[in-house]
């Protein structure tokens, strides 16, 4: 196990310094959503709704509307807030067990001691065995301060967390107002079947029968030859970014465009118009998003087509302008090559 949190246990004066960890597991089979036409994976994407593009994960905050208004709080604004910065587990009663409904229980931690010497940790366990009570704490995790129940569990001190009151709805139904009346020989017969049907309660007795047979489902096309090759059909699993999100082809090959803008500023009104027309028509499906992918890559084509046309003239005219001086110094060499000529004739005349 990874621990998820660190902190301490304020008892009183004493500091119980632990570590804490998830005490529960998911064992549901865990299935995703696939195109059923070619078994394409489905993905969602975060896109904001006033300029449809693709937000990072470090560039969303979160934010409260009401009445019309909508509040934006970033990070730093909700780490300010002191009880989201606290680590400490705050012991503030001590109650009998059977006074917390079980209605109110969520999730469970175990805490380990964080500590050279655990003598702090067993003092509280056994003060709450001694006493058979359970203390009630104050904690915060994961940007919630939550209400708990600190109890042992054989040789372990597990935090349970609670719902706060307003939590809990009230069970207000008009059916069960109505006045039913009910027999002693049918209280009778319904204490019978009870107390035919009354044992100790052994969780391992009981199976997900679902999931045991969803995993025989699998296993049976797996035999049948009803599967595919993931890398074979789909080809490389998708890149993933550090924040362990998938990076969007779509947004991958837009950033390319606007890369080979930058270098060929003069040439990519066309290209800057195809790139546009190909923005408005993506959607958040990977299929058809990956279906209009060959559009977007027509800019950067027609950026090179045009920016090899305009270095294919610059070449010819530079080649016209080094044959004309060329052309003008011979002539200028032979009109001086003429003039030389002329007075050593002369000469020879005379």
């Not at 655990?118 to 056994?126: I, S």
């Amino acid at each position: 196990m990874r621990a998820i949190w660190k902190g301490a246990i304020a008892f009183g004066l004493v500091n119980v310094p632990v570590k804490v960890y998830s005490a529960t597991e998911d064992h549901d089979i865990s299935l995703h959503q696939v195109h059923n036409a070619d078994g394409g994976r489905i993905r969602y994407q975060r896109r904001c709704e006033i300029c449809s593009k693709v937000i990072d994960y470090e560039d969303i905050d979160k934010a409260y509307e009401d009445d019309g208004r909508t509040v934006i709080l970033n990070r730093e604004e909700l780490k300010s807030i002191p009880a989201e910065n606290s680590h400490e587990i705050e012991v503030v009663q001590f109650v009998p067990a059977e006074q917390l409904d079980p209605m109110m229980f969520e999730k469970s931690y175990y805490l380990e001691p964080d500590a050279k010497s655990p003598k702090a940790y067993v003092l509280l366990r056994r003060a709450l065995e001694d006493t058979d009570r359970v203390a009630v704490v104050q904690f915060a995790l994961r940007e919630k301060t939550r209400l708990g129940a600190l109890r042992v569990r054989g040789d372990v001190l597990v935090l349970q967390g609670l719902l706060w009151a307003d939590e809990v709805r009230e069970a207000s139904f008009p059916a069960l107002e109505t006045s039913v009346r009910i027999s002693t020989q049918e209280r009778e017969m319904s204490a019978a079947l009870v107390d035919s049907m009354a044992t100790d309660f052994d969780p391992a007795q009981f199976t997900d029968d679902y999931q045991l047979q969803l995993r025989k489902l699998i296993d049976a096309k797996i035999e049948q030859g009803e599967s595919l090759d993931t890398e074979e059909t789909f080809g490389a699993p998708a890149a993933e970014a550090g924040t362990g999100e998938v990076i969007d082809l779509m947004e991958a090959l837009k950033r390319s465009i606007e890369r080979k803008r930058g270098t060929a500023a003069g040439a990519g009104g066309g290209a800057a118009a195809d790139d546009d027309a190909a923005d408005r028509g993506e959607t958040g499906s990977q299929g058809k998003t990956a279906a209009r992918a060959p559009r977007s890559t027509a800019a950067p084509k027609a950026a090179a087509s045009s920016s090899a046309k305009t270095t294919a003239a610059k070449t010819t005219a530079a080649k016209a302008t080094a044959a004309k001086t060329t052309g003008d110094k011979t002539t200028a060499a032979k009109a001086r090559a003429s003039k030389t000529a002329a007075p050593k004739e002369a000469r020879k005349g005379a």
